[in-house]
């Protein structure tokens, strides 16, 4: 795998690139994303699924895999994330705070966020080209639009969404086709996985991100913004 400076700026052709892999299959998102910017390519997992580590390392099986160390992660998603890691054999790096245990995430989860994960993301995308990540359109309203690449103003670098157009059914089927592991919490109505302070199991009919930051309004943890 070659080396691809950073991009400076959006490229010329990406809104074009965008239009045209809109509705592509993920596997030729991930290759244009792999020919475009070689070793720049950083996939960021929470280590809820492994779909998407299933889906990019079919195409590039040593991409760089960003996990955020929150320090407030469910013990299954730790254990998962090893599960994976070895299945995968993937070239991991764990990112932790720099800062130590706290109450934010009882008084001021933007805050807590924006120190366990939004800063450590920032540190971890320094220097890379371009950031893989799992962002589906059907999993809120304020991803409905998301593109399937875009340019990342705030970290200047272009965003990869290989999963953009997945529906929940494309996640199960895909898991399933490919005898996916399954993290361990799923079983007991967890559908999306944060931090255990913040997330709770989804009752029958809630959207899959509901159990995230509940009774808040809290939507996002500021990653996708
Ligand atoms: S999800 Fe909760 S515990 Fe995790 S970083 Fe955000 S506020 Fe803190």
New binding site residues.
Partial sequence: MTTTALEPAPPADLVREALRLDRAPAAEVVAWAADRFGAGLTLTSSFTDCVLLDVVTRVVPDVDVVFLD?G?HFPETLAYLDLVRDRYDLRLRVLAPETGPDDR?RTD?DA??AA??VQPLARALEGRAAWVTGLRRSETAARAMAPVLSWDERRGLVKVNPLATWTDADVAAYAAGRDLPRHPLEAAGFRSI??W??TRATRPGEDARAGRWPGTGKTE?GLHL
């Fill in positions: 929150t407030y995430w989860t807590c966020c366990r994960k944060g931090c302070p913040c943890c």
